[in-house]
């Protein structure tokens, strides 16, 4: 079982972040999509968002289903619900 402490909130909040920056980025590249400058930092969130995933899903436990392994098969069950306190 994965337990869930103050680190799961920070991994998650890099998720969070990475998230947003990301988000923001393709919005501009809606209307900018020459700009190679924004397009080199899609990248570059693109891959801090990856690793901030992987970071979270290795501590903490699956953010996604995809993100179900063999090794916590819906495991994440056995963990607190959020509305049982553990979140803040």
């Given at each position: ?79 607190p ?8």
């Amino acid at each position: 079982m994965m337990g869930y402490n103050v680190d799961c909130d920070m991994l998650l909040r890099q998720v969070y972040e990475a998230s947003f920056a990301m988000d923001d980025v393709v919005l501009y590249l809606d209307t900018h999509p020459d700009d190679q400058e924004a397009l080199n930092y899609y990248f570059y969130v693109a891959d801090l968002r990856q690793q901030a995933m992987q970071a979270y899903e290795e501590q903490c436990g699956p953010l996604m289903v995809d993100g179900v392994m063999d090794e916590n098969y819906w495991t994440w069950i056995n963990d607190p619900w959020p509305w049982e306190g553990v979140c803040g």
